[in-house]
């Protein structure tokens, strides 16, 4: 039996849901024909993609080199079919947090007016690529330096960073902070889709306490239950409010890049127009 593309679109879901069971339901088949799939693609490869032997499914590093490929071959295949006229798939946008913040909305608006055919998701993943490294999106927003190699970079805008504090602290009454005032207090740090790292303060004068979280909710929660302070964009504050946090303005620190990253070639069809709306909603277009 030859490698089809059924099998690579079952690995693909067993990828970006990390459970077979998942997988199984949202392509609509049965676990253990999920199983048989993956079993005769890691056959013909002649290696093993999938590591069962815990309670979670993940990959090896085979089967990490391997998702972006068939991520690839997935889409190009899709593109044919679109250029044929047959319908595809609903277009995936990938953010880790804040979206493209007050662009947004915009976006989506225009989309579904000038693209009705095509649907546009907008996915909130909690990973430094957005979902975009293990083929769960098409397109993603990625906030920072953007070095993976084979990915097409799109900047878009820069963003202020600001601090935010919990709303009955001293912080709090302030009008703008600087890095020396929040050296004072532990530095809440999410280690997995976040761009504040303790090398923001010069070396001499750095937090003492970092806390570490892994997504935007529990960096949130932990800030307005006064475990410390954090330092985020100025989306967050629109997109992610909170009745017991407040943001200040850190006008000493530079900007972060807002990018928009795909793979190339893109793994659905309609990637390119995604990308010109978005530099068009960003530069008022």
Same mark, same amino acid.
């Given at each position: 039996m030859s490698i089809e593309l059924r099998h690579l679109r079952c690995f693909l879901a067993i990828a970006e849901e990390s459970s077979m069971t998942r997988a199984a339901a949202r392509l609509r088949i049965t676990q253990p024909a999920v199983s048989r799939s993956l079993a005769t693609l890691e056959r013909q490869l002649g290696v093993r993609l999938v590591d069962r032997s815990?309670? @979670?499914?993940? +990959?090896? #590093?085979?089967?990490? =080199?391997? *998702?972006? *490929? !068939? =991520?690839?071959?997935?889409?190009?295949? %899709?593109? =044919?079919l679109a250029s044929a006229g047959r319908p595809v798939r609903p277009l995936r946008l990938g953010h880790a947090w804040a979206a493209l913040g007050p662009y947004?909305?915009?976006l989506l608006r225009r989309w579904k007016r000038e693209q009705p055919d095509i649907p546009l998701e907008l996915l909130r993943i909690d990973d *430094?690529?957005?979902g975009l490294l293990r083929g769960a999106v098409d397109v993603a927003v990625v906030r920072?330096?953007?070095?993976?190699?084979?990915?097409? &970079?799109? #900047?878009?805008f820069s963003e202020a960073r600001v601090a935010a504090v919990t709303a009955d602290g001293?912080? !709090?009454?302030?009008? *703008?902070?600087? +890095?020396? %005032? +929040?050296?004072? !207090?532990? +530095?809440l740090v999410n280690s &997995?889709?976040?761009?504040?790292? #303790?090398?923001?303060w010069p070396p001499d004068a750095r937090p003492t306490t970092t806390i570490t979280v892994t997504n935007t909710d529990d960096w949130l929660a932990s800030i307005a239950a006064g475990r410390g302070v954090g330092v985020s964009v100025a989306s967050t504050a629109e997109i992610h409010p909170h009745p017991d946090v407040v943001y200040r303005p850190l006008p000493e620190l530079p900007p972060v890049p807002? @990018?928009?990253? @795909? @793979?190339?070639?893109?793994?659905?069809?309609?990637? #390119?127009a995604l990308v010109a709306l978005a530099v068009a909603v960003t530069t008022g277009a």
């Open positions: 815990t309670h @979670h499914v993940t +990959l090896t #590093p085979e089967g990490l =080199a391997f *998702r972006e *490929r !068939a =991520a690839v071959a997935v889409g190009a295949f %899709d593109a =044919a947004t909305t915009p *430094r690529s957005a920072g330096p953007v070095s993976e190699p084979g990915l097409v &970079v799109t #900047p878009l001293p912080f !709090a009454a302030r009008a *703008r902070l600087t +890095l020396a %005032d +929040l050296a004072t !207090a532990p +530095l &997995v889709s976040g761009v504040t790292v #303790p090398e923001l807002v @990018h928009l990253t @795909h @793979h190339a070639p893109p793994s659905h069809p309609a990637v #390119p």
